[in-house]
């Protein structure tokens, strides 16, 4: 039965297509940050507000999308075919099928680190029908923003090409019930949503106070390694092998390791040297190979 409860949506539909030829193997939610993949991360920041249904959406890889979320424990997977709906279609979507309360929305492929639990709070405190979180990232800073906090352009979209304030979405918002009553079927990108809001005086709140957060979009080679970076420095450790990886417990080989983190089915020599290499299952690394800036899988190698 539809549920009137608050409820938590990963987008996790996207093609993956800055990460092929990895993401021919696994969709990209898939893709492991160092000791989980990044829907799991994902999974774990949104139960950090707790008693909430966990919704899904899939398109590409659909099944295995599935299978995995399903371990997890998300308690809804939306398969989209046969095409992708964008934000705003799985978001007209759920309402249309009866789910009432609000959503929390969150993108697959950022590996982050919010207090959800206080962007909530500040955007029901705000009154707008929706939120955005804004994070500070110079290069992708495109959302406008008024003294009073709300959204006012996206550039190069619609909107004030200049503003008070400027911030990057972080792929987290806040949409009350209200807000996505309004979302309409035609509107599945959900910039268009924005900016009819914006228009018609309902403008959504952009939240400020954790623009310093961290925040990695992991969906390219660059971004996948500064991911694995943060989550290797976060668990406390040097580098990281999968436990079931032979090389595991060669302590010798662990101290020719810098900064690298080896998957499952890697073939690695355990004559090898590494610094700051991701390394996937298919990947050979040969007797002797000194391995820096690198990501291995199978048939691709990235330098980074």
Known sequence: MPSRESSILILAAGLGSRLRPL????????????????????????RTLPGLNLHVN???????????????????????FPDI???GGPLHRLYAAGYRGDFLVMNGDCYCHFDIQKFVENARASLAPFALLGVDFPKVNSLRVDVNNT??????????????????FSGISWYSEEALSEIRAEERDVIQFWKRMVYE???????????????????????????????LQ???????????????GDSAFRARCEGSVIQK?????????LKNALLFEGCEVREQEYVQNEIRGLDFQWNL
């Not at 993401?23 to 949104?46: F, G, N, Y």
């Not at 979320?69 to 989209?80: L, N, R």
């Not at 925040?215 to 996948?224: A, E, F, K, R």
């Not at 976060?234 to 595991?248: D, F, K, R, T």
């Open 23 to 46: 993401t021919l193997q696994m969709p990209k939610p898939l893709v492991p940050v160092v000791d989980a993949s990044i829907l799991e991360h994902q999974a774990r920041l949104a």
């Open 58 to 80: 899939a398109h590409y890889l659909a099944d295995k999308l599935k299978t995995a979320a399903e371990a997890i424990g998300f308690s809804k997977v939306w398969v989209e």
């Open 85 to 87: 709906l964008g934000t």
């Open 151 to 168: 959204l006012c352009g996206v550039a190069p979209h619609f909107g004030a090409s200049e503003a008070l304030y400027s911030a990057t």
């Open 201 to 231: 005086g309902k403008a959504p709140f952009v939240d400020r106070s954790q623009m310093n957060a961290l925040w990695i979009d992991m969906g390219s080679p660059q971004g996948l390694m500064r991911a694995c970076q943060a989550r």
């Open 234 to 248: 976060e668990l406390g450790v040097e580098s990281w092998i999968h436990p079931e990886h032979p090389l595991a």
């Open 265 to 273: 089915g890697a073939v690695v020599a355990p004559s090898a040297t």
